[in-house]
């Protein structure tokens, strides 16, 4: 696998569907808080910062996008891989063995070259698998995010910066 620093990125996700509107991030339980644990959806305006995320990619047999989270706040996740648990939803871990290989669609087509702009019309898959989803939950409960869920996500992506370095340090990318 070779690291391609032309097709990697920071951004921001916020789901535009319906029933589950609101930005990517960990807020989970009561109180509502950013735990840096599960990829969730916070409804907008319950966050001070919205998490950014690293999409490094990866060319190569299962080319695609390693995903990290990067401090947007200051106790924000950093440094944290999305990887799957044995339901398929989305967990920030440190370390990852077989670190997945995210796919990225805008209107069902491949993220070729991206572009410092907003997209929507976003798409996520882990390979073989469906799109990021939620579970059929009640509008007050948390809404975890994962694959094979029966509620597919679409999303608009804020990219902030493009060309971004190698995330292969905690060090790198850090609020100042």
Do not use: C
């Amino acid at each position: 696998m070779r690291y391609v620093q032309v097709r990697s990125f920071l951004a921001t996700l916020t789901s535009v569907t319906p029933e589950y509107p609101g930005n990517l991030d960990s807020v989970e339980g009561t109180p509502q808080t950013r735990r840096n644990r599960w990829l969730t959806i916070a409804p907008s305006g319950q966050i001070e910062s919205q998490q950014r995320f690293w999409f490094g990619y990866f060319e190569g047999i299962d080319a695609g996008y390693q995903v990290r989270t990067v401090e947007s706040s200051s106790g924000g996740s950093h440094y944290a891989i999305w990887d799957l648990d044995f339901q398929n939803y989305i967990g920030f871990y440190l370390t990852s063995k077989k670190p997945i290989l995210w796919r990225v669609r805008i209107d069902g087509a491949k993220l070729g070259r991206p572009e410092q702009r907003v997209y929507d019309g976003v798409t996520l898959a882990a390979p073989g698998l469906a799109t990021l989803g939620v579970a059929n939950r009640a509008s007050w409960d948390d809404h975890y995010v994962g694959v094979n869920k029966p509620n597919p996500l679409s999303l608009r992506m804020n990219i902030l910066q493009v060309g971004v370095a190698l995330f292969d340090s905690p060090l790198k990318f850090r609020q100042r």
